[in-house]
């Protein structure tokens, strides 16, 4: 009963209904975007580290993998120490600079370790284990510095420290010759990337046993991530091993990177605000003003019999057909422009190419709903109340005069 009177009160307006599902529904799908650009780059980040394949990464101390120049001098003695640990399975050392090939500048990686997972050879061959005395240095492009480059599998490239007229006439670059075409899930859209021995890129940036970070793999049935617990200890046997280095498992490397995004989580727990305190003010005004209106009905209706319940069920089933309604509405233009908000921050080349910011997922929409639908009705609950207690001799008076 009380049911189908609100559905009559809400169509009631149906101009005033429409424009207050339609804000609503804006308000909805602010909310469920918010959420999934808190949740999004942190599931980005996640997926991207876990198709690393390394559960445990050591960097100079307090720096991240590539956010600076540092470097572990004497990566050796990691490696020896790290080997020495019965639940290591394997290293991988990198060393990244910046080399040139004529003017044109490639971010080389140099790596030392077997079975490595950090990239992934689309064409050609790997880089052998050893590098021969008296032959070339084997190289591997991303398909950005073969296209850039103009060579292909078996072509010589000759690398340089400095880009030309910033070195001296008489220095000497290192002779490479392409093996293969490589993809790494963390290129930036554009860069061109170079993988070689790492001993090879020592030697250009004359570094000695320097190394930009050290990733391990520890040792697991058929090559799966181990159990984070795990993970924790050899961090922290090997950061008690060398205290001037950080040490990160998983859980501590997204905590880092969480960190470096605090602003994208503020900016979206602020809108997240907004956009409940919009939906609550929204309710608590519309219900508010259809109360003042109806104040004649209802008290028609207690002098009827009806119980206070039964007017405080009533508005309350209206603030829960404005939300349903909104709910639906709301939903659909979150989804679609989740993903049109992330095409546009996705274009920027300053992020890699698998990088997002906004992942639709049904199940930030159904909390955003339920939050707001939790807003909506703590709104509803003070023109419920305020319904409840019409004065019904003074209310009916009024009306009749």
Partial sequence: MMLRVAIRNV??????????????????????????????MEKTFYRVLSS???????????????????????????????????????????????????SIPVFAMGVDGERQSLYEVIAGKDLPDRVGPDRAVELLLNENAMR?????????????????????????????VVTGTIHIAFDLPGQRTAILPLEAVQQMRQAGDAASFVLVKLRSDEG????????????????????????????????????????????ALILSTISLLVTFLLVAVVLTIGVGE???EIAALRSMGFRRRSIQAMI??????????????????????????????????????????????????????????????????LPAIQAARVDIPRTLHEEVV
């Fill in 11 to 40: 169509m009631r307006h149906r101009l005033r209904t429409l424009f207050t599902v339609l804000a609503l529904s804006m308000a909805i799908a602010l909310l469920a975007d918010m959420r999934m650009l808190a949740h999004g």
């Fill in 52 to 102: 690393v394949g390394y559960e445990v990464r050591v960097c100079p101390r307090g720096t991240l993998p590539f956010a600076t120049d540092a470097v572990i001098d004497e990566s050796g003695r990691v490696v020896d120490a790290l080997h020495a640990d019965a639940r290591v399975d394997r290293t991988l050392r990198v060393l990244g600079t910046t080399l040139h090939v004529d």
């Fill in 148 to 176: 850039d480059l103009h060579v292909a599998i078996g072509d010589t490239l000759t690398l340089q420290r400095d880009a030309p007229g910033a070195t001296l006439a008489f220095s000497r670059g290192l002779r490479t």
């Fill in 224 to 267: 799966h991530l181990v159990p984070l617990d795990e993970q924790r200890s050899v961090a922290a046997s090997l950061a008690d091993t060398f205290p001037d280095l950080s040490v990160y498992a998983m859980d501590s490397l997204m905590e880092a990177l969480q960190r470096q995004l605090a602003y994208f989580k503020q900016f």
């Fill in 294 to 296: 109806r104040r004649g």
């Fill in 316 to 381: 309350l089933s209206e603030s829960a057909l404005l939300l349903a309604m909104s709910a639906v509405l709301g939903s659909v233009l979150g989804w679609f422009l989740a993903g049109y908000l992330d095409g546009i921050l996705t274009q920027s080349p300053s992020l890699p190419s698998g990088y997002r910011f906004f992942i639709p997922a049904w199940r930030e929409i159904a909390t955003a709903v339920a939050m707001s639908g939790v807003a909506g009705i703590l709104a509803a609950l």
